[in-house]
């Protein structure tokens, strides 16, 4: 701020400069403040109804501390869980890199995505014990897969069912930071759905 290091300010008084500096601009500058507001609760639950990501918690005396993560700034993410349908795995670093999963429709599995993290060494074991008898050449996928997708990937028959956290679905209907929860062996497939 005017060639000053402001890093070791406090959060409040860093905000209250850059509040001053768009005053001072108005609307020829090309960017804005974002809001930020007091009510912790009512602000989680609008950017819910927003359908936003999350919201970004600042302890008000906080200093900026680039790189490093802090319990100073705790980032509140919307999650969802769902039942999926797998439909192929892939490879990565291990056997199970990733599994594709998708929900049933009336031609077959809606591509939802890849679903690699929370993969546990004995749940990854557990899964291609499964997977290896239901391995089939035929996509049980009515939609496209993207190709880098199927990289590495067998398909499988449409019958096993996990449970997946994720943030949103995405506007065409892919998950968004998807988490591997536990296989569902109690869920028939044509009863997984998003959500």
Known sequence: ANGTDIRGVSYVERRSLLES???RLGGAS????????????????????LTLEGV?????????????????????????TGDYVVGAWRIGR????ALLVGTPG???LRYRGRVGGGISAAV????LARLGPLRTDRSPFAD???REDLKGASYVEPVLVVEVRYGT??????????RFVRLRPDKPAAEATDD
């Open 94 to 97: 291990r056997d199970l890199g």
């Open 106 to 108: 009336p031609d077959g």
């Open 21 to 23: 500096l768009a005053a």
């Open 30 to 49: 090309r960017w804005i403040v974002p809001p930020r507001f007091t009510d912790g609760a009512a602000t989680v639950e609008a950017a819910r109804e």
């Open 144 to 146: 496209e897969v993207p």
């Open 169 to 178: 679905l995405t506007p065409d209907g892919r998950l968004r930071f998807p």
């Open 56 to 80: 970004v918690a600042k302890r008000l005396s906080s200093v900026y501390r680039p790189g490093v993560r802090s319990p100073d700034w705790v980032k509140l993410k919307h999650e969802q």
């Open 124 to 127: 990854e074991r557990d899964l």
